[in-house]
């Protein structure tokens, strides 16, 4: 695709009303209306009589040569050949664009939104999974459920062609690429490719306000839906709520869920306001649908069906435009992505959903949070029953023929409505999640999705029967090379043949992913971790979207003590995904251990940005903080970890920190250690406070306080209570002279206290003060000389020896010092 700059030219009001699909605009009344403007074919695109459009001699002709093209590198000879056509018949070039989209358009209703496409007569060019298969390289299986996929392959064929200058080319590219990776079972990198070159040529065209925030939520769609990427998503959404003026947030209300509650609790609902003037641009009229899907209600004998506010206006929403509720749909989508999956989630998404079911007028958006509520439902006992209805309702109003293929196309590309199989899978995960395996099985079995069907033989205990239906299925005629593959691998995975693996590889000609990874979880869940390296590296050499393939390989190499490739592996997953702690703690690690400690410190940061909760995270980032010299880091981490334990004792890093204060070491800024001695003050105030009776912390807290350039009597005064403190809370109960570090220990300390008394007595002029300064000093050494030498066998140490010399020397001066005051 050429890299060209697209022009600030407008979009012509035809074009803008192809790309909103509103058929409740002025604009679109005019367009309709004027004899000379518009072409037929593009009225009855707008109309949605996308048949009429595909009766088109010209259409018919293309599409017959299409069939008859070379299959090797088929995506690329049919825009070949239609930029041959257009070459020479440039006139065509907006009749071709027309026809495209209607193509693209009918695909969407045959297979996602209904009503049922009749009188519609192409002749198949072969199964549905080899025709959409041969539009990406990445051997990727497809569903055989869809339906017309010739229609895809066209629009395919026109909106990546480069001789059709027309503006909104790249925003329905956009939309023909997001539907065909939602076809495909794994993420494709030439999908991914061509999404960054079409936002590219998007960022390039000069938007209205409102097209913007159409593209925006768009956008958002594909970075959640396909992508999770939360980053990206979010600064698309974010774009879209200031140019809708939609402000947004969660608040509580008085009021009441279940049938019998007698006192009032608060509630969860949803703020709206919306501070955007009425459009001038006629494309934003107030939307109603009719004849939307029915909202299943709540049975149940104790809960509501939706909460009874005391305030009735709380549960009440304002009546928001259709991009509007696209945003708050997305918001939806988001909050539910980025969150973890608990009943504080659950909670917090009702109020969106209840904004959004209230609304009542665009179709796609209702469908979208009718389904999404099912979702969400279907895993508590109380409410899956009215999940399964109102799925059940989904899939039946797709038969209907009310409401108009138009109005349920209107904004598709901003919601989250599943195609129509799909919508029957999740009816069978319903049923398997409710124990009815048998007809989850046949639901499965009627839709080929082959890996639920062996998950539902391997939950009966039945894994020769899931062996039996693949063996079958290779068997049929109409196999496709990736469904070969497919099968294949799931037939290994059933019958622990790795044989498979190695026959799948070969039938995919050494270029599919699908092979490799199965043959890496075959080792990597037996632990054979060294031998599963490989075929994770083949398999991510074909396809780098895998994350969590990336993430495996990544434990793999650690586990086999491979750091280097670890530290890779972690960090291509992080670039994928980088919301995920456990990657960022792990990539630490590898860096650590290859001596990349000032990396380890940057991912660590990154971990508790996604985990700010994990005490572990905070943990290892106050350690290697401590390690590059980032103390004042250190002392924060520290502070969180309190936060998080109450009580969390780390002697080591006390004791570096307390060190590189004294000794005024450089940190990482090159500022001295001694300017975090007052936040470090402030730690250990705060520590002792929680853990009273730890001997070591405050002998560390005593020299902290000692750390100052010029000592004065306030400082003395501390560092002696401190130094009482852990001489009191270390020689408690007698017990530390039964071992010899403790003795050492008592010894040392017992040195300092005396040297603080002596330092306190020799500032004080009051004597009587002096005197008790000496006189507790010697009570406190007769005390510990007469301890150890009760002990013989200490006594027999040269390290004790040693101290214990120490000791009773530093006894005599002060009963010569104390003899003197008398």
Known sequence: MKDNIMSVEKFTDAEKCLIYGDTYSNVYNEIIVSEDITSNEMKNVLKGNYVEVLENDLFLDLYNEFEHLNKSNFSSNIVKHISDFLHLNPLKNNTIFTIGVACYQLFLQANWTGPLVSKLDLKSWGPSTAVIESLVDDLDCVSRKVLYPELLVFSYAVFSNDQINIFTRFWWQIRMLST??????????????????????????????????????????????????????TNCLNTAMNLLGLEHSLVGAMGKRTKFQVKELAQLTLNVNSHKEENNTNLLTPHEC??????????????????????????????????????????????????????????????????????????????STLLQRSLLERDSRKSVERAMKQIECLVSSLEVSSPLNVDRLYLFHCSFVSPSWQLKAYLGNIMLSMGAIQSALDWFLALDMWEECVACYNTQGHRHKAAEILKNELKSSNLTVAKHILILCLLGDATDDISLYEEAWKISDYRSSRAQKHWAFYYYTRKEYKESIDHFKNSLKINSLQENLWFRLGFACMVEERWSEAAEAYRRYCDIENDCFEAWNNLAKCYIKNGQKSRAYYALKEAVKCNYESWMVWDNLMVVSVDCGCFEEAIKCYHRLIDLKSKHVDLEVLRILVQAVQNNVKDENDRPASEHRKC?????????????????????????????????????????????????????????????????????????????????????????????FLSSAKIMLVSVVSQIEKEKDLMESADIREEFEKVKNILNEIKLQLSAEL
């Open 680 to 772: 470090l003050l402030q730690l250990f105030g705060r520590l002792t406070s929680q853990v009273q009776n730890d001997g070591e912390i405050w002998k560390l807290y005593a020299h902290l306080e000692e750390a100052v350039p010029i000592p004065n009597k306030e400082t003395a005064d501390k560092v002696l209570h401190h130094l009482q403190c852990a001489h009191r809370f270390t020689t408690q109960g007698n017990k530390w002279t039964q071992e010899k570090n403790s003795c050492l220990f008592v010894s040392r300390l017992s040195l300092e206290l005396a040297e603080a008394y002596l330092s306190c007595s020799n500032i004080t002029e009051n004597h009587e003060q002096k005197k008790r």
């Open 290 to 367: 009719c004849d939307l899907p029915k909202d299943c209600v709540l049975d149940d004998e104790n809960r509501l069906p939706d909460i009874k506010f005391s305030n009735e206006s709380a549960g009440k929403f304002p009546k928001l435009n259709s991009l509007q509720q696209a945003a708050i749909l997305n918001t939806l989508l988001m909050e539910q992505k980025c969150k973890p999956k608990d009943d504080l989630q659950f909670e917090e998404l009702q109020p969106y959903i209840r904004c959004l079911v209230s609304q009542q007028s665009v179709w796609s958006i209702h469908v």
């Open 180 to 233: 065909l990776q939602s076809l495909l079972n794994e993420l494709s990198n030439d999908i991914k490719n061509m999404f960054e070159l079409a936002f590219k040529q998007m960022e390039n065209t000069v938007l209205e306000t409102d097209e913007e925030a159409l593209f925006r939520i768009e956008q958002c769609k594909i970075y959640l839906s396909h992508y999770g990427n939360i980053t990206k998503a």
